[in-house]
């Protein structure tokens, strides 16, 4: 089993950042990947990014590229991600996700942070 944990959501005003944490235990040492998805009121839940756990290689939703980053501390099993020029449709709860073999759906999930933006 994996646990994930987010952090660091909360309130900004549109043009702001946040930068939200996630950090997996239990057994991920055959992970393939992590990355953050986030569900708006009354909307599916979208892909944002993913960061391969071998290669950083990154993939991001056309949405979020060239304002959102993400990056990785594989020794602290952490991922981050980097939320800039914010926007009032980026509000959401954002979900830390964990991957266990490349090109299958996601297996885990945290619980989810909250972020808003407001205009």
């Known amino acids: 089993q994996v646990q994930l944990v987010e952090s660091g959501g909360g309130l900004v005003q549109a043009g702001g950042s946040l930068r939200l944490s996630c950090t997996a235990s239990?057994?991920?040492?055959?992970?393939?990947?992590m990355g953050w998805f986030r569900q708006a009121p009354g909307k599916e839940r979208e892909f944002v990014v993913a960061?391969?756990?071998?290669?950083?290689?990154?993939t991001y939703a056309d949405s979020v590229m060239g304002r959102f980053t993400i990056s990785k501390d594989n020794a602290k099993n952490t991922v981050y991600l980097q939320m800039n020029s914010l926007k009032p449709e980026d509000t959401a709860v954002y979900y830390c996700?964990?991957?266990?073999?490349?090109?299958?759906?996601?297996?885990?999930w945290g619980q989810g942070t909250q972020v808003t933006v407001s205009s």
């Open positions: 960061i391969s756990w071998s290669d950083g290689r990154t």
């Open positions: 239990g057994r991920t040492f055959s992970t393939s990947a």
């Open positions: 996700a964990l991957q266990l073999v490349r090109g299958r759906p996601f297996d885990y």
